[in-house]
């Protein structure tokens, strides 16, 4: 019997569909808000990411990708863009998992991750339009180098953040970044739940992943916008301060 799970969001974004077409079907676009990922741009074209391939393709409204894998898996996302009032946008995502043969043993463990990853992505979709939809991203990820089980991991991370057990979404703060020269930078904390933490500067957007919900390693994502932003010292800056040394 196929075992089937689906994600469906829908979110109004400030910009008009031209832009937000541009964010989630373009590898430029997804280095804003999402990871590394180019398409080729037409139906059958190849999704560098995951192995997927192009299955809908009509600028600017209609964008899927789906995925197959051995063992009788398929992974499809499929975004909607409908115009709405005073040029701004309405966008539908989905995700639609289908498995025809024997499901794994972690796939309750990995719809959870998707349902709350997913979350976290179209909060920064959202983010990125209305803060640097007309900017240039540099992206940067760096991670520990194996899973942990032990939440108390994250709970650190986010103590030398400088976050609090009473910072809140919303809470604008000068922390002491990597990749800042030691000047404290000034940021909104856009979104925090115990397990997912989104940081907004002036040129940034910075993400980080909990994995031990899931026994995965703890991570991030940073999005730069800055002219001349480095990504290699960038990197290795993350990767120093996130492995502790």
């Given at each position: 019997?196929?075992?089937?799970?689906?994600v469906r969001?829908?979110?109004?974004?400030?910009?008009?569909?031209?832009?937000?077409?541009?964010?989630?079907?373009?590898?430029?676009?997804?280095?804003?808000?999402?990871?590394p990922?180019?398409?080729?741009?037409?139906v059958?074209?190849?999704?560098s990411?995951g192995?997927?391939?192009?299955?809908?393709?009509?600028?600017?409204?209609?964008?899927?990708?789906?995925a197959?894998r051995?063992?009788g898996?398929?992974?499809?996302?499929?975004?909607r863009?409908e115009?709405?009032?005073?040029?701004?946008?309405?966008?539908?995502?989905?995700?639609?998992?289908?498995?025809e043969?024997?499901v794994?043993?972690d796939?309750?463990?990995?719809?959870?991750?998707?349902?709350?990853?997913?979350?976290?992505?179209?909060?920064?979709l959202a983010?990125?339009?209305?803060?640097?939809?007309?900017r240039?991203?540099?992206?940067?990820?760096?991670?520990?180098?194996?899973?942990?089980?032990?939440?108390?991991?994250?709970?650190?991370?986010?103590?030398?953040?400088?976050?609090?057990?009473?910072t809140?979404?919303?809470?604008?703060?000068a922390?002491?970044?990597?990749g800042t020269?030691?000047?404290?930078?000034?940021?909104?904390?856009?979104?925090?739940?115990?397990?997912?933490?989104?940081?907004?500067?002036?040129d940034?957007l910075?993400?980080?992943?909990?994995?031990?919900?899931w026994?995965?390693p703890?991570?991030?994502g940073?999005?730069?916008?800055?002219?001349?932003?480095?990504?290699?010292r960038?990197?290795e800056?993350?990767?120093?301060?996130?492995?502790?040394?």
């Open positions: 019997m196929a075992r089937e799970f689906q969001r829908e979110q109004d974004l400030p910009v008009a569909p031209e832009e937000v077409w541009h964010a989630v079907a373009t590898g430029a676009g997804n280095l804003g808000w999402l990871y990922m180019e398409v080729e741009p037409h059958g074209g190849t999704v990411r192995g997927g391939t192009v299955v809908a393709w009509e600028p600017p409204h209609h964008f899927a990708v789906r197959t051995d063992g898996f398929s992974n499809t996302l499929t975004y863009i115009p709405a009032d005073g040029g701004t946008s309405h966008l539908r995502m989905g995700i639609h998992w289908v498995h043969g024997v794994e043993e796939w309750d463990s990995k719809a959870d991750a998707a349902e709350r990853h997913v979350d976290f992505y179209q909060h920064s983010q990125y339009l209305t803060h640097f939809a007309d240039t991203a540099v992206y940067v990820k760096a991670s520990r180098p194996g899973p942990t089980a032990d939440p108390a991991d994250f709970a650190a991370l986010r103590r030398r953040l400088g976050l609090t057990d009473d809140a979404a919303g809470d604008r703060l922390l002491d970044l990597p020269d030691g000047e404290a930078e000034k940021v909104v904390v856009d979104y925090l739940t115990p397990d997912l933490i989104g940081l907004r500067g002036p940034t910075y993400r980080f992943y909990n994995g031990s919900p026994n995965w703890i991570w991030l940073h999005h730069l916008f800055a002219e001349g932003a480095d990504e290699q960038t990197t800056a993350w990767d120093t301060w996130l492995n502790g040394s």
